[in-house]
């Protein structure tokens, strides 16, 4: 029986183009190779923010199965390669997981199948990696036996208001022919298709995108130590600023980026920049400005501990907020991590207080979890708060009993310093 859609990869990417193609009507498998996922989305259980338990029931009412057999794609119409695209530990880009999602396909690829790569990576990942694979392993021609594309992924995990239907999806085909039938394909599952020149083009821009709110962000980082060391306020520069109604987009600042694409698409174009001699000096100049933000936090708080005489040796700092982003419990590349790492560096006792997070590791050692927050802020001799999440009762952290850095521009009073 032919299947419309598999997808392979079933994170943050992989699930919610699933769950988006169910809706449509789609017939839909997933293949994954974590157990642990493919077990719990088996028995109705999501693994992700964006995508709820009743949401995955409602996949399986609608015939959705998942599994780690990979013969599931010899029966898709198009197979979609939503893995992750991660850093090696010296920072280069890692491939690792599209190169064996790659050979997956390959193996199984028959006449007809579309093939897309959503998963991010540097202009020429799809045509000169997983093209090449496609076309020895099967025999087949792309373009010709079988169609292939890239469309970048958009997710913003935690955004109510854009999500996958309503926001435009860009498409870049190996061939015009490969585009049409791509277009055709993502026409079922969203409002606006955005045909690319190629796929170069449809990969570069995801590139683009991500490494403009790098600079950007990393830009206003640098403003509020500057505006720090002239006594000026920060927020109210950004607030007063962002009432421009043309040429400037508000950013702000904080301990640092996190998530699946910011902290690490900006590495993937400045690798293709230096491979091509076109070396990104802005790029690297970011980077170097969001590196410094987590020790910069840390800072601050050992500052406000030395102001009552409190050393930073033993004192109790309460983190209040350890997802990468406000409202979502993904952890993944959080500023949470180097902060709570430069604070144990100099001797603090960190834990941690964030109700999308239950369990929060740092360098494979936990930090614990307080049970409750008023409680908490009682114990701690000094309270950051990294995100400011909604169920957050800001008149409560104001009235907090112990110091608080605000590196959110989310609080005042005698207590609250900003970053």
């Known amino acids: 029986m032919m299947i419309d859609l598999?997808?392979?990869?079933?994170?943050?990417v992989g699930l919610p183009l699933a769950a988006r193609a169910c809706e449509a009507g789609l017939t839909t498998a997933g293949y994954d190779t974590d157990a642990e996922v493919v077990a719990g989305l088996g028995a109705g259980r999501s693994h992700i923010d964006d995508v709820d338990d009743g949401r995955v029931a409602g996949m399986l009412a609608a015939g959705f199965r998942v599994g780690r057999d990979p013969s599931v794609i010899g029966r898709a119409a198009t197979v979609v390669i939503c893995v992750p695209t991660g850093l090696t530990d010296d920072g280069a880009p890692d491939l690792a997981a599209v190169?064996?999602?790659t050979a997956d396909v390959a193996a199984a690829l028959r006449p007809g199948t579309l093939v897309v790569l959503e998963s991010?990576?540097?202009?020429?990942?799809?045509?000169?990696?997983?093209?090449p694979v496609l076309e020895r392993v099967s025999g087949l021609r792309a373009g010709e036996d079988f169609h292939l594309a890239h469309s970048p992924?958009?997710?913003?995990?935690?955004?109510?208001?854009?999500?996958l239907r309503n926001t435009p999806k860009v498409i870049g085909g190996c061939t015009p022919l490969c585009a049409k039938h791509a277009v055709a394909f993502y026409s079922r599952l969203v409002d606006t298709v955005v045909v690319a020149k190629g796929t170069r083009e449809?990969?570069?821009?995801?590139?683009?995108?991500?490494?403009?709110?790098?600079?950007?962000?990393?830009?206003?980082?640098?403003?509020?130590?500057y505006c720090d060391a002239l006594g000026i306020d920060v927020w109210d520069v950004l607030h007063c600023a962002a009432t421009k109604p043309f040429g400037y987009a508000p950013f702000r600042p904080g301990a640092g980026v996190g998530g699946h694409c910011i902290?690490?698409?900006?590495?993937?174009?400045?690798?293709?920049?230096?491979?091509?001699?076109?070396?990104?000096?802005?790029?690297?100049?970011?980077?170097?400005?969001?590196?410094?933000?987590?020790?910069?936090?840390?800072?601050?708080?050992a500052a406000l501990l030395a102001r009552p005489g409190e050393p930073v040796a033993g004192a109790e700092v309460l983190l209040l907020g350890v997802a990468y982003k406000p409202d979502v419990g993904d952890v993944r590349h959080s500023p949470a991590a180097p902060v709570a790492r430069h604070l144990?560096?100099?001797?603090?006792?960190?834990?941690?207080?964030?109700?999308?997070?239950?369990e929060f590791t740092v360098d494979g050692t936990a930090v614990p979890c307080a049970p409750g927050l008023p409680r908490a802020l009682a114990a701690a001799d000094l309270a950051v708060l990294l995100q400011d999440h909604a169920c957050y009762d800001t008149s409560l952290?104001?009235?907090?009993?112990?110091?608080?850095?605000?590196?959110?521009?989310?609080?005042?009073?005698?207590?609250?310093?900003?970053?």
Not at 153 to 163: A, M, V
């Open 6 to 12: 598999v997808v392979i990869g079933l994170g943050h």
């Open 202 to 225: 449809a990969e570069a821009a995801k590139l683009l995108e991500n490494t403009y709110r790098y600079v950007n962000i990393a830009l206003v980082d640098e403003v509020a130590l």
């Open 120 to 131: 991010t990576s540097h202009p020429g990942t799809t045509q000169d990696v997983v093209r």
């Open 397 to 419: 952290l104001m009235r907090a009993p112990c110091p608080v850095l605000d590196t959110r521009g989310r609080l005042s009073g005698p207590h609250v310093t900003q970053l």
């Open 99 to 101: 190169r064996a999602a």
């Open 153 to 163: 992924e958009r997710i913003d995990p935690g955004n109510r208001l854009f999500g």
């Open 344 to 358: 144990r560096e100099r001797g603090a006792h960190v834990v941690y207080h964030d109700p999308h997070v239950p």
């Open 263 to 301: 902290p690490v698409d900006p590495h993937y174009l400045a690798a293709s920049a230096d491979a091509a001699g076109r070396p990104l000096g802005l790029v690297s100049a970011a980077r170097s400005a969001l590196d410094r933000m987590p020790r910069h936090v840390a800072d601050r708080a």
